[in-house]
């Protein structure tokens, strides 16, 4: 089991520092020619259902896991775009992979794809400007906007490099961190556990299997095949979409990457809010 948790930690932390060095590395790169001007006196000007839709389209494109989004999420709360649609692509980037989505269509069918796609973009929706309504943008470490500089930038690679270098030493003991407890659970709680204890039709398998999600750091891409097996040995549609949509919606990396620039209130407001939305999904999974 040792040797099983020390591979999985290896090989979380390798994927999560070459993700997440990529991704800040061309945000960082790209800004200079990313329209964040234009980008935000559109969500600002147009009606708040426009900007959620806009917000939308970027986290579909993006598709970014839940760690992998932190960068970007950094980078558009430095351009002051609007607290709420900030949060609505922090929720939906990860659950929304066009890749993911198809595969879904493939295995679990059609209807579950476009039910899936459907509750996951207007739950991603209600929890970022709910979020805004309670206040939750005064809960932003103010690490983030330390030293940024409004005043467009031309496109360099050092620039690039030394702004990506920066940010890792800002948040880099965090993913370490959560990567080594994801690995532990990963390699501690097996998946033969999930279907031989959550098989049936219980309601209460739902929300449990949204809390389960968080720890258990599955990627969508794993979870597919992951769901189809517990489907096949009498898991009910709603307590595996609970659980898939928790696992790609947040995870212990993710989490403790999230500590670094949220405020605790807004860290267990994010985490409340995915255990919230995969636990609403699951239970509208019974319906189709």
Known sequence: MIKE???????????LTVLFVFISFLIHFLQAFIPYEKMRNFMETKPPFISALAALLFAFVTPFCSCSTIPVVVNL???KVRFSIVMVFLFASPVLDPTIITLMAAVLGVKVAIFYTIITAVLSVIIGFT????????QIKNVIVKNYDSIPKKAS???AYEETIALMRTVYPYLLIGAAIGAVIHGAVPEQFISTYFSGDNWWLVPVAAIIGIPLYIRLSTMI?????????GMALGPVMALM???AGASLPEITLLNSIFKKKLVAAFIASVITMSTISGFLFYFI
């Open 131 to 138: 979020l805004e309504k309670f206040g939750f943008q005064n």
């Open 5 to 15: 948790i020390l591979s999985s930690f290896l090989f979380i932390a390798l994927e």
């Open 157 to 159: 690679l050092r620039d």
């Open 77 to 79: 709360l430095n351009q």
């Open 225 to 233: 095949p992951i769901s189809q097996i517990m489907i096949a040995k």
């Open 245 to 247: 949509i928790s696992s």
